[in-house]
């Protein structure tokens, strides 16, 4: 890979050839960063040869990403997802300009098929057969998804909180699905200690630093959607911590090789229920563990597994951070759906959420132009999606009953 120049240890500093199977520092276990030659980069790559590409999937960004030249990309077509000028939210919100970026749209549904798409390539290179993975449910679902199309099998820890939508998904997708009884990060000690006894390839996106690299595509497009003309800010709703890491090294990656010439503020959104990685930034302490208490499971990891990497992202973007409560959410899914069409889950409408708190809070100025990222369908959670919408009118079919239900309703 003439593009790659190697896997650096963001804890100690160790540096090892960036080999497909490698994974946390072999010196001190720490989380591994893949680091890049730009100026290789950019002789191989101008943002007008880009635009003149195609290829309207994630992998439209090859010169930026760490895989084999003779490398197979995967069937299934993951990004170039719908990015929205929501003029109407953005009014209603109070801010200059609002994009809604929506990764539900992705194959299986969420921003986690980026990661999943890379982890395929990957575990092709490394010669292995099976990929595992523990998840709330959306990593776990787009990896099944994933690695059925590209023949790959699969072995999927979730805690037994995983809405049923997604578990439908992993079945249906031909997975090997342990329900655990317990946390996720119980969920996920299970799935590291299997990965470790039968040698599967490692998804877990904490552990394994290519999956950030299928992710910070999302910054790819945001950035080429922008006519990389990038906004004051960026929103994303935060769990482990890997998705933010991820949005931060694209446009890091974007602003290195000359493609952009400012770096976006993050707006880092987490769940008041669970917010260990805000609490640490509001507070200016380490992070501690805390409950997973939200409606967003999609997010509610109390025990993050690559907070350095997230803390690093919203500290180096001088980024702000703001915890919305489980009501606030369900307010964002429906103005999300009712303004701009775009039907997210609980975790998908939190970053959109944490704008509108933002903003109300002065913490993002009225003037401020700003991308929320969706990061999954509301079809991933339909029970919850039911109840932030409410129940349709049912009647008997009866014209008296529907004039009596509409005079209720104050309908003409």
């Known amino acids: 890979m003439k593009n790659v120049k190697s896997a650096v240890c ?14 946390t520092c072999p010196k001190c276990g720490g989380i591994l960063d893949i680091q890049y030659d730009y100026e290789y980069i950019r002789s191989q790559l101008t943002p007008e040869q880009l635009k003149a590409r195609s290829d309207h999937s994630m992998w439209r960004y090859r010169e930026f990403l760490p895989v084999e030249g003779a490398s197979k990309v995967p069937k299934l077509r993951v990004g170039w997802s719908p990015f929205y000028e929501a003029d109407r939210l953005a009014e209603m919100i109070g801010i200059k300009k609002l994009y809604i970026k929506d990764d539900g749209i992705n194959p299986t549904g969420s921003l986690k098929d980026r990661a999943s798409a890379m982890a395929v390539v990957k575990a092709e290179e490394a010669g292995v057969d099976t990929i595992a993975c523990s998840s709330t449910g959306n990593a776990a679902s787009s990896l099944a998804g994933n690695a059925a199309a590209a023949g790959f099998k699969t072995v ?56 950030m690299e ?24 935060v769990g482990d911590g890997c998705t933010i890491s ?60 690559n907070p350095d990497k997230a803390l690093n992202a919203i500290r180096e973007s001088n980024g702000i951070v703001v915890n919305v409560s489980d009501e ?22 939190t970053g959109t959420a944490g704008v509108k708190k933002a903003v109300l809070q002065g913490l993002i100025p009225k003037d401020a132009t700003v991308v929320s990222l969706v990061t ?3 079809l991933k959670d339909v029970a919850n999606a039911i109840k932030a919408a409410g129940e349709p009118i049912a009647i008997a079919p009866d014209m008296n009953l529907l004039l009596e239900a509409f005079e209720k309703m104050n309908l003409k």
């Open 156 to 211: 999927i820890f979730v805690p037994e909180r995983a809405p049923k939508g997604k578990v439908a998904q992993l079945m249906m997708f031909g997975a090997t699905v342990i329900s655990v009884k317990g946390t996720y990060e119980e969920t996920f000690r299970l799935s590291a200690d299997a990965i470790s006894r039968w040698g599967w390839y490692n998804r877990n996106a904490a552990i394994n630093p290519y999956l």
């Open 328 to 349: 606030e959410i369900y307010e964002s899914m429906r103005l999300l759906g009712r303004t701009s069409g775009v039907f997210a889950e609980p975790a998908g409408a």
């Open 376 to 378: 999954g369908s509301g």
């Open 10 to 23: 963001i804890a100690c500093g160790a540096e090892y050839e960036a080999t497909p199977n490698i994974t």
């Open 246 to 305: 991820g949005v931060w090294k694209g446009f890091k990656d974007l602003y290195a090789a000359g493609f952009i010439d400012k770096l976006p503020r993050l707006v880092s959104v987490q769940a008041e229920g669970c917010c260990p990685l805000n609490r640490s930034i509001a507070e200016g302490k380490d992070w501690e563990p805390m409950e997973e208490n939200t409606i967003a499971d999609s997010i509610a990891v109390g025990v993050p597994r």
């Open 214 to 237: 299928g992710k910070k595509t999302v910054s790819f497009e945001i950035a080429e959607q922008l006519d990389f003309k990038m906004t004051d800010y960026v929103a994303v709703s």
